[in-house]
């Protein structure tokens, strides 16, 4: 079974910074991949960053330049930089961790408002 714990959501007004974070533990196997994703309200979940184990990136349009996903591999620990925030980023974000399945966070609420 494998854990995946999520922090560093919250209000913040645009142009603001937040930080995400996603600790994974348990039964980890080989992690290939780590990231995240974000469901807007009314909308389907969409990509937002991954980051590979040879650590290669992989950014939606919509984030590119604003956001940077790092990982500790020592830690399983993936990170979200989110700077230059929009009211449009505001969303679900789930941690994503992929080994020989797809893991899901419990998702953290990010809100971008005045």
């Known amino acids: 079974q494998v854990q995946l714990v999520e922090s560093g959501g919250g209000l913040v007004q645009p142009g603001g910074s937040l930080r995400l974070s996603c600790a994974a533990s348990?039964?980890?196997?080989?992690?290939?991949?780590m990231g995240w994703y974000r469901q807007p309200p009314g909308k389907q979940r969409e990509l937002v960053a991954i980051?590979?184990?040879?650590?290669?990136?992989i950014y939606a349009d919509s984030v590119k330049g604003r956001f940077t996903v790092s990982r500790d591999n020592a830690k399983n620990t993936v990170y979200l930089q989110m700077n230059s925030l929009k009211p449009e980023d505001t969303a679900v974000h789930y941690c994503?961790?992929?080994?020989?399945?797809?893991?899901w966070g419990q998702g953290t609420q990010v809100t971008v408002s005045s």
């Open positions: 348990g039964s980890i196997s080989s992690i290939n991949a």
């Open positions: 994503y961790v992929r080994t020989y399945v797809v893991h």
């Open positions: 980051i590979t184990s040879g650590g290669r990136t």
